[in-house]
Nanobody
Framework: QVQLVESGGGLVQAGGSLRLSCAAS????????MGWFRQAPGKERKFVAA????????TYVASVSGRFTVSRDNAKNTVFLQMNSLEPEDTAVYYC????????????WGQGTQVTVSS
C-alpha cells in the first residue's frame, strides 16, 4: 500500500516552468514504478510520463518529450516532474500514480494538483 500526495501546481505564463513533486508514504517506494497523468477539463485522464523503480528508464508522451523531465529520489520517497516551455495546452489537473514493479495497472493515485498555463 502506498499513499501519494502531489504538490507544486499553480498558474504560470506560456513559456514558463513548474516543478511538480509527489511524495509517497511507506518504506517500499523503490518497489514501484511511478507515473504522471493529466486530465484537462472535459477530457479523459491521459498518460504524461513514467519512470521505472530504479530511475533507469523513463517514458514520455510525444507532446511533452523534450519539455518535461521525470525523475525520482528513492531516498526521499519522491518523484518529480520538471515542466519547461509550458503551453496553454498543458493546462490540466496532474496526477501522480504508482504501480507495483512487474504489473501493468496503475493501482495507486494521488489527489491531483492543478496546473494552469496562461497565454
Amino acid at each position: 500500500q502506498v499513499q501519494l500526495v502531489e504538490s507544486g501546481g499553480g498558474l504560470v505564463q506560456a513559456g514558463g516552468s513548474l516543478r511538480l513533486s509527489c511524495a509517497a508514504s511507506g518504506r517500499t517506494f523503490s518497489s514501484y514504478d511511478m507515473g504522471w497523468f493529466r486530465q484537462a477539463p472535459g477530457k479523459e485522464r491521459k498518460f504524461v510520463a513514467a519512470i521505472s523503480w530504479s530511475g533507469g528508464k523513463t517514458t514520455y508522451v510525444a507532446s511533452v518529450s523534450g519539455r518535461f523531465t521525470v525523475s525520482r529520489d528513492n531516498a526521499k520517497n519522491t518523484v518529480f516532474l520538471q515542466m519547461n516551455s509550458l503551453e496553454p495546452e498543458d493546462t490540466a489537473v496532474y496526477y501522480c500514480a504508482a504501480r507495483t514493479v512487474g504489473t501493468v495497472e496503475w493501482g495507486y493515485w494521488g489527489q491531483g494538483t492543478q496546473v494552469t498555463v496562461s497565454s
